[in-house]
T-cell receptor, first 108, second 115 residues
Framework: KNEVEQSPQNLTAQEGEFITINCSYS?????LHWLQQHPGGGIVSLFM???GKKKHGRLIATINIQEKHSSLHITASHPRDSAVYIC??????????FGTGTRLQVFP | DVKVTQSSRYLVKRTGEKVFLECVQD?????MFWYRQDPGLGLRLIYF???????EKGDIPEGYSVSREKKERFSLILESASTNQTSMYLC??????????????FGQGTRLTVV
């Protein structure tokens, strides 16, 4: 069993739909990372959160430390949101372990 | 604007060649990482460096070596490239801290094909 698991692996949506991507982890953590990878390959950090909820534009990330679960929500999805979304948990003070990613495609 | 820069976006190499992938960061970060990314497997750590000339094996170091002679530069070396090393390679850097909640910065990736 992977230490960090994401679901679903693939997701398609129509423009405007509300999107939810889930991440469950088995390790004890103090913070979880959400990352975005566009088709070009580069990865950018979206959120780091250790409790509650964070919001940036149409993206919302929530975490429940007790249940070891985090969700990434996209409101009013748009084709430019099409990307791979990856969650990552710390392994020790320096390293990260990654989920396998969720490939999102939003169609006009 | 902070940057992690990888030397190539795309590379095609022949089996048996020695391959160098270069990564440079301008944020004075102590920690640098090399990952490979394969479909269905996510990012897997090849090597990690926490200081100049210091390195630590990751989860899949076989067939790879690394070099960190300067703080800003971390090189991944494929001593004798093989077809099963065809993959996307990503470099990352991160400030070292006591709390594991510092942001990681990634390069744009190098898609390596070994023929």
């Amino acid at each position: 069993k992977n230490e960090v698991e994401q679901s679903p692996q693939n997701l398609t949506a129509q423009e405007g739909e509300f999107i939810t991507i889930n991440c469950s982890y088995s390790v004890g953590i103090s913070a979880l990372h959400w990352l975005q990878q566009h088709p070009g390959g580069g990865i950018v950090s979206l959120f780091m959160l250790s409790s509650g909820k964070k919001k940036h534009g149409r993206l919302i990330a929530t975490i429940n430390i007790q249940e070891k679960h985090s969700s990434l929500h996209i409101t009013a999805s748009h084709p430019r949101d099409s990307a791979v979304y990856i969650c990552a948990a710390p392994r020790g003070p320096d390293k990260l372990i990654f989920g396998t990613g969720t490939r999102l495609q939003v169609f006009p | 604007d902070v940057k992690v820069t990888q030397s190539s976006r795309y590379l095609v190499k022949r089996t048996g060649e020695k391959v160098f992938l270069e990564c440079v960061q301008d944020m004075d970060h102590e920690n640098m990482f090399w990952y490979r990314q394969d479909p269905g497997l996510g990012l897997r750590l090849i090597y990690f460096s926490y200081d100049v000339k210091m390195k630590e094996k990751g989860d899949i170091p076989e067939g790879y070596s690394v070099s960190r002679e300067k703080k800003e530069r971390f090189s991944l070396i494929l001593e004798s490239a093989s077809t099963n090393q065809t993959s996307m390679y990503l470099c990352a850097s991160r400030r070292r801290g006591q709390r594991p909640n510092t942001e990681a910065f990634f390069g744009q990736g190098t898609r390596l094909t070994v023929v």
